[in-house]
Each structure stands twice: as C-alpha cells, then as structure tokens.
C-alpha cells in the first residue's frame, strides 16, 4: 500500500492515495450498497495489513488521506443523501424469500458455473468457470505459487463463503438483508481470483509464448462463455417470457406478473405499464408508508376528496397541472414531497402558494380566492447542494493539479 518505511515514519504515497481516491468515489456516484459492501472487506483486508505489517502508521496514514479526500471529492453525493435520510423516514429494500437464492450452497455454486441448462444459464450466483479454474489451478500448483498468489486464493476463498448460504441464512433477518443479493461479493472474489490466474500461470510455465497463449485462452473462454449465457439464459428466456404491454392495464386486468418481469415495450404502448403497478422494489427509496392512491397513480389533483381531470406538462426541474379548480379548496396535488427539500409553488398569475406534506407524503395547498386553471411546482435547490458541488469542484480541481505538478517533477 506504501512505501517501505519504519513503523514511527509516515510517507505518503500518492500513487496509492489517487488510486484509492479515484475508486471509492466511483463506486459511490454509481452504487451506495455497492460502496458498503466494498467498504466492508477494505476493513478487513486493513486490519489484516495492521496485524501482520510493520509500518501500521504508514498505512493509517495513507487510508486516511485518501478517505477524507473521497469524503470531499463524493460530497456532490453525499450531501444531498445525507440530508435526505436524516429528513425522511424512506423505504428501504427488504429481505425476500426472492432473493435467498443468490446466497448459494457448495452444490448451486459449482452447478451454476458449470452447467449450460436452461434453467442455470445467467445466474448469477457463482464465481463462474475462470475464477474455478485459477482456484484449481493455484492448489495443484501450490509449491510452485509464491506467498502473494496463495494469500489471495485464500482470501478468495473466504470471500465466496461469506457471500454463502451458510452464512446468510442467520443474517437475513437482520438490517444486513437490506443488501438482498449477498452474491454481490463475489465480484471481489472474482477480482482477485482474475489476478491471481495471470500470476499462476506466470508462475508455473517458463515460457513466454505459452503463457501467453494460456493468456489469449483463458481471456477467449471467459468471452464464450459470457456470450453463450447471454445468448441462450437471457436474451432468448426474455423474448419467450416477455410481458406484452400492447394494452393500458386496468384494476380489472392488470399487468400480470410476480413480482418480476421483462416487458416487450413500444413507443406506442410505453406508458401503458406506468398505468397499474403491482411491481416489486418500485417504492423502494420513497418515503415510508405512503399509498400510491388511484390519484397518484393517474396523475390526478384532490379536492374535497375528489379526483379532478388533470393534464400534466413535465418541465425542467418542476411540472405544471392544469385543472379546473375551486376557490378557496385545500388541494392535494399528484406529488410526493420530501423534507429538506423547497418547492416554489405559483400559479398563473404569479401567485406564491405555501404549502405543506401531508400523512401521505403528498404536497397540499390552499387555493386563494381566483380563479386558476394552472399550477407550477418547481423543486429548488437546497443551499447545502450547492455547498457540496463546491466541495467537490475545489477538491477535483486540487487532485487535477497535484497530478499534473507530480507528472511535471518527474518530467
């Protein structure tokens, strides 16, 4: 992780803080769960690092660094979540008997990598035929591997269990089955293992053309394969099983599908599924214990009690309704507000409308005593956004610089 120093010495290495930096802040602008589980198992691999390594301060050091520069550079993130969680209580996803299959036993882990059934093809509760093959392959070969090799098969090895049913079976109940697929770890596993069949190869043949043609082989297997299965266990089961949506769906004929499904979509009929939802982990995220009431679902505003004819424009950052609507009315309009974030509310005539969420979570205002036909509801941008996109800019701008003034010192 750093260079080689005494253990009361701190170095920093900037090579290793950018790469830290670079890849914690990706994962976390693409998957917060993704970024947990990864979190996780650094944890692990550092107190591994700080048990059995001297230089513990150096590595304190350099983590540390590269976490509170992730911290500012992810702020653009961050901040707005942060704010959101703490200012409302939202849906979050839940542990499903749906979902206790990508927790694998022994048996399903070797039979998904292995069998081309049908029913197998695309599943992605295993490690697949590479990641096997490099576990084999380092055992057999095992005096011949160096200590790195075998220390990240072993560590492989340890993941994949943690990602088993083994395991998950008494954590699913738990706040930890909010992660829901626990195979999501074996990218790590599957990561490493990638390594350390290059490093197997490299350490068991002499021969650079055979290596590199074991190379060209095993990258042109891992191809094939992803191919096949995307071919024949998804592409061709989504075609035969597609849900057709060539209808708009109703109370009385639904979308027909549990709790998952692939849809055959045209331009034409798109909207059509927006039109019943009876879908699995559509609410996830939204604010808790809200109903998705039949004027939700239509778009439609309320007054006393009723939904009204609506027509609904989509505008940049905001929406406008128009209806004909009564004076002086409390109105429930089709939206669901959030705390922590400003809604400017006006109608036709300019007219500012205070307004307030209600029990289920959708904003409600007083009409005053005009006539209007016509509300605009705009979202605006929490003073603590903008805080966060400068956070990050200034921090973006401070690394650009600091790589390129490290490349000039080198030139």
């Known amino acids: 992780m750093a260079e080689s120093t ?10 290793t803080i950018l790469l830290l930096v670079v890849g914690f802040t990706l994962i976390i602008l693409s998957h917060m769960l993704s970024f947990v589980i990864v979190t996780g198992y650094t944890s692990i691999f550092t107190l591994f690092l700080l048990i059995f390594k001297k230089n513990r301060l150096n590595i304190l050091a350099n983590l540390s660094v590269a976490a509170i520069i992730t911290i500012l550079l992810s702020m653009v993130f961050l901040m707005p979540f942060i704010v959101a969680m ?64 075998k220390y990240a098969t072993i560590v492989s090895i340890l993941i994949i269990f943690s990602g088993m049913s083994y395991i998950w079976k008494y954590l699913y109940e738990t706040p930890l089955g909010s992660i829901q697929f626990p ?63 060539n209808y708009k769906p109703t109370s009385e004929k639904p979308v027909s599908y549990t709790p998952i499904a692939n849809f055959k979509i045209k331009n034409a009929d798109f909207k059509n599924i927006m039109g019943y939802w009876t879908t699995y982990g559509a609410f996830d995220y939204m604010p808790a214990n809200f109903q998705f009431n039949k004027a939700l679902q239509e778009k439609k505003i309320v007054q006393n009690g009723k939904p009204i004819n609506t027509t609904v424009k989509p505008i940049s ?7 004909n609507l009564d004076k002086q009315k409390d109105t429930i309009l089709p939206m669901v ?43 605006k941008t929490p003073i603590t956004t903008y805080i966060a996109w400068i956070i990050s800019l200034i921090t973006a701008v401070f690394l650009l610089v600091n790589v390129l003034k490290n490349k000039k010192h080198k030139v």
């Open 337 to 379: 507000g959030y705390k922590g974030l400003n809604y400017d509310i006006t109608d036709k005539q300019h007219h500012h409308y205070n307004y307030r969420i209600n029990k289920n979570k959708q904003l409600v205002i007083r009409m005053k005593n005009t006539d209007v036909n016509k509300v605009i509801v705009k979202a």
């Open 86 to 149: 703490l200012g409302n209580k939202l849906a979050t996803p839940g542990a499903t008997t749906l979902t206790l299959w990508s927790a694998p036993n022994v048996q399903e882990l070797f039979k998904t990598a292995f069998s081309f059934k049908p029913d197998v093809l695309f599943k992605t509760n295993s490690i697949g035929i590479v990641a096997f093959l490099s576990i084999f392959g380092v055992i057999f070969t095992w005096w011949k591997q160096n200590r790195f090799t």
């Open 317 to 323: 950052n905001g929406i406008i309704y128009q209806a």
């Open 183 to 245: 195979h999501r770890v074996f990218i790590i596993a599957i990561f490493l293992l990638s390594l350390t069949s290059i490093l197997m190869i490299r350490n068991v043949f002499k021969s650079n053309q055979l290596r590199y043609i074991l190379y060209v082989g095993l990258t042109l297997l891992s191809v094939i394969v992803t191919l096949f299965s995307l071919k024949f266990g998804f592409v061709d089961k989504v075609n035969a099983l597609a849900v057709q949506t």
């Open 6 to 15: 005494k253990d009361s010495t701190v170095s920093l290495n900037r090579k």
